[in-house]
């Protein structure tokens, strides 16, 4: 049973200054690198009293998708009256983004407050990663604010992954592609297993997953764990109609005119994913109707996922941080903006095929200018340009991320797109400029 301390129920002010030195200890933590496994969030949760016993919660893993999915149950959850927590990473701009109760990121009170719990917990025979402790202070802090719900996002993989400590009502994984080959393997197969260790024994399973074989080694570990499968396309369907209108044919419900506000054909098929979630839920004496659902899913907002911030020029936010991701924005971009004239203002991370990624996204755009996000794990511009000029004629190296979208912004015709693209952590400095008006809308005339 989790215990608190008698600090955490009193209300308490923190100073800018703690807040900052939190977050400065914990990005601290990075230079221990990734180390996938269970025994050292075993150990910090132990600690804490186990918090992540405390809620119903659903896990949610995949390659992408994994926050759009997340993000519409939270909503949908909430919607039905359920206090719900939702984490998710990596945060855009601020670090309380990660971890939110009702749709709205934590204070930096309970930053401070979670962090403090966590450290103090700490016991174990090395330190502890920055994602296992950021992990330690979510489930402290959907403990502490009693959620009756927390959806639960992995960071990387699932069987290692520092969330799968949780006993989910159910498990989500909506698709797979090869990513963190390094970590997960470098075939199909080896990834679909490891994401396949978020199944626990007799609970859903809820895929998108549509690689035969693939799904092929889901549905072995799900059938050895007898844990119930629902595959989209098989056990669930959605027919679009018009824009994000579509109709859902169900496990066990039929519901049509619903609708997405989330942009991007693929998100009706994540959408299917959610509904599938909320139909299974619905049978342990959770009550989500469709009303509820209708406005979970329109209310909805993920931020940095084909995002328009901006009219004249159009101003677009995607994260597009993998070949699969990349290839559905160079879609969307096709598809939406054709006979624009678009302006691609990409930086790219060290670990991605950045080679794949510049063909899809190039494809659509006439001009590029490459940057790069202040991050370690950030590539070179210079390494991303002879790739692009032999994509394009007009190639462009500004490395500093403000710098490059207010050149962009100062040449794109008001008639025009610019996209901002890459890696979350790009669209991350690019909301924080905008959003401190670090970058004026001062762009040519028609």
């Known amino acids: ?98 971890i939110q109760v009702n749709n709205r990121p934590i204070t930096n009170e309970k930053v401070v407050a979670s962090y403090s719990a966590v450290k103090n917990a700490h016991s174990g025979e090395r330190d502890p990663t920055f994602f296992e402790f950021t992990t330690a202070m979510a489930f402290f802090e959907f403990a502490a604010q009693k959620v009756d719900w927390a959806v639960i996002e992995t960071g990387m993989g699932g069987r290692l992954d520092a969330t799968n400590i949780i006993n989910p009502a159910l498990s989500i994984i909506t698709n797979i592609s090869l990513e963190h080959r390094e970590y997960l393997g470098n075939t199909l197969t080896q990834i679909a297993v490891e994401k396949a260790g978020i199944i626990k024994k007799r609970i859903p399973l809820v895929t998108g997953i549509r690689q035969k074989k693939a799904f092929a080694d889901i549905k072995r570990i799900a059938a050895g764990k007898k844990a119930p499968l629902f595959r989209l396309g098989t056990d669930f369907k959605v027919r679009r109609r018009q824009g994000q209108i579509f109709s859902y044919f169900g496990i066990e419900n039929v519901w049509h005119n619903l609708q997405t506000a989330l942009p991007g054909s693929y998100q009706v098929d994540n959408a299917a994913l959610v509904l599938a979630a909320c139909e299974l839920i619905s049978k342990n004496n959770t009550v989500i109707t469709p009303d509820n659902i209708r406005e979970g899913l329109t209310k909805n907002h993920w931020p940095g996922r084909l995002e328009i911030i901006a009219e004249n020029p159009i101003i677009i936010l995607d994260g597009a941080h993998n070949l699969a991701a990349a290839r559905n924005l160079s879609k969307f971009l096709s598809t939406n903006f054709a006979g624009k004239a678009i302006t691609l203002v990409i930086g790219i991370l060290d670990d991605k095929p950045y080679k794949g990624m510049l063909k899809s996204l190039l494809t659509p755009a006439n001009r590029v200018i490459l940057t790069r996000a202040k991050t370690d794990r950030a590539l070179e511009p210079g390494k991303l340009y002879e790739v692009a000029k032999s994509l394009t004629p007009d190639v462009t190296i500004i490395p500093d991320v403000g710098q490059a979208i207010k050149k962009a912004v100062e040449t794109t015709p008001h008639h025009g797109a610019i996209c901002i693209a890459g890696s979350l952590y790009v669209v991350g400095e690019a909301k924080e400029a905008f959003e401190k008006g670090l970058i004026g809308r001062c762009g040519p005339s028609k």
């Not at 910090?44 to 893993?61: E, T």
């Open 1 to 98: 049973m989790f215990h608190f301390h008698r600090v955490f129920l009193m209300p308490i002010m923190v100073s800018k200054k703690s807040y900052e030195n939190c977050l400065k200890t914990m990005y601290g933590f990075r230079r221990f690198g990734i180390k996938l496994g269970l025994s050292t969030i075993k150990k910090i949760l132990a600690g804490l009293g186990d918090p992540q016993d405390n809620f119903a919660c659903i896990h949610v893993a995949g390659t992408n998708g994994k926050g759009s999915v997340a993000s519409s149950l939270a909503s949908i959850l909430n919607r039905s009256g359920y206090k719900t927590g939702l984490y998710t990473s990596p945060h855009l701009v601020r670090f309380n983004e990660r």
